[in-house]
């Protein structure tokens, strides 16, 4: 039984176009994030939400827009998608402050070409 | 100079060593110090948590860190064929702040 799940797992897609990555966790937290990993393997934070509320938005651009509808979801919607952006992105949760214990799912692998 | 520091590797060690994976760090408001294990195509697992300075050991782990010096350390005793993974190290100063991630060491234990 998965704790973060998300959808695609992988995806090939041109540039330009619009595409969303799906987010899901039952672990019952209420703080929710996004991670990048680009090809180096550097893992960075792109958002954080708890409880719904935006907390955490480093400087990424105004393509990348994450939709909390629930505390258990959230999901990632890019706009004109550039090659740049083909990286491995990582939905991660976690309870309360508790940045210390962070559950990560199992990637995206998002492919622009 | 980045927040935190760490060898990306690859180090490669002969089954049953004891391996010594470090980090150092810049900031010194970080307090939370974690080790991931991440293997290859695989999300981040959490392997180990400290809070300030001190010793933590979890079976065949022990996580050590030295405020002082801003420098981490993952030991691994007895190393097995399965711990083939890349390390990351990751630290934050508490609360809803971020957490930094290093970059990570590629480990391969070699039967």
């Known amino acids: 039984d998965t704790a973060v799940s998300q959808t695609p797992k992988y995806l090939v897609t041109q540039m330009g176009n619009d595409k969303s990555i799906k987010c899901e966790q039952n672990?019952?937290?209420?703080?929710m994030y996004w991670y990048k990993q680009d090809s180096k393997k550097f893992l960075k934070i792109m958002f954080s939400y708890n409880n719904k509320e935006l907390i955490i938005n480093e400087t990424v651009p105004n393509r990348f827009s994450p939709k909390s509808p629930d505390k258990a979801h959230l999901n990632l919607h890019i706009n004109s998608l550039e090659l740049g952006d083909s990286a491995v992105y990582f939905c991660?949760?976690?309870?309360?402050?508790?940045?210390?214990?962070?559950?990560f799912g199992e990637g995206s692998w998002l492919t622009v070409v | 100079q980045k927040e935190v520091e760490q060898d990306p590797g690859p180090l490669s060690v002969p089954e049953g060593a004891i391996v010594s994976l470090n980090c150092t760090y810049s900031n010194s408001a970080f307090q939370y110090f974690m080790w991931y294990r991440q293997y290859s195509r695989k999300g981040p697992e959490l392997l180990m948590y400290t809070y300030s300075s001190g010793n933590k050991e979890d079976g065949r782990f022990t996580a050590q860190v030295d405020k002082s010096s801003k420098y981490i350390s993952l030991f691994i005793r007895d190393s097995q064929p399965s711990d083939s993974a890349t390390y990351l190290c990751a630290m934050n100063s508490g609360g809803y702040q971020k957490v930094t991630f290093g970059i990570g060491t590629k480990l391969q234990v070699i039967p």
């Open positions: 991660a949760s976690s309870q309360g402050a508790g940045g210390n214990t962070i559950y």
């Open positions: 672990l019952g937290h209420d703080t």
